[in-house]
């Protein structure tokens, strides 16, 4: 079972780490979540929500700031893995539209 370290320590670091790759002007705040990915193991649910959709970081972007999450959580002791998404005024849910039998 991965370590887990205290969670304003964790929340320092995760903050820290996005403001450090996006511009702090394009950000309107930043929510971090503990819970269980799909393997049931402990992760954290990072959400960037961006002041508009101009702000959107490229693939390469998101990628890199994940490694980065990683590796401040890893400096901290903390294994777990930091799921990344993005969310900007307008976004709405996606709704599954497939037909159900």
Do not use: C, Q
């Amino acid at each position: 079972m991965p370590e887990v370290v205290d969670g304003e320590e964790t929340e320092r670091a995760i903050k820290s780490v996005v403001l450090g790759w996006i511009d702090r002007s394009a950000v309107d705040r930043i929510s971090i979540t503990p819970g269980e990915d799909n393997a049931g193991e402990s992760s954290l649910y990072v959400n960037v929500y961006l002041r508009d959709d101009r702000s959107w970081p490229t693939a390469a972007k998101s990628i890199d700031l994940i490694i980065a999450m990683r590796d401040a959580l890893r400096d901290l002791g903390d294994d777990r893995f930091p799921h990344l998404s993005f969310s900007a005024p307008g976004d709405e849910p996606s709704e599954d539209t497939r037909p159900t039998e």
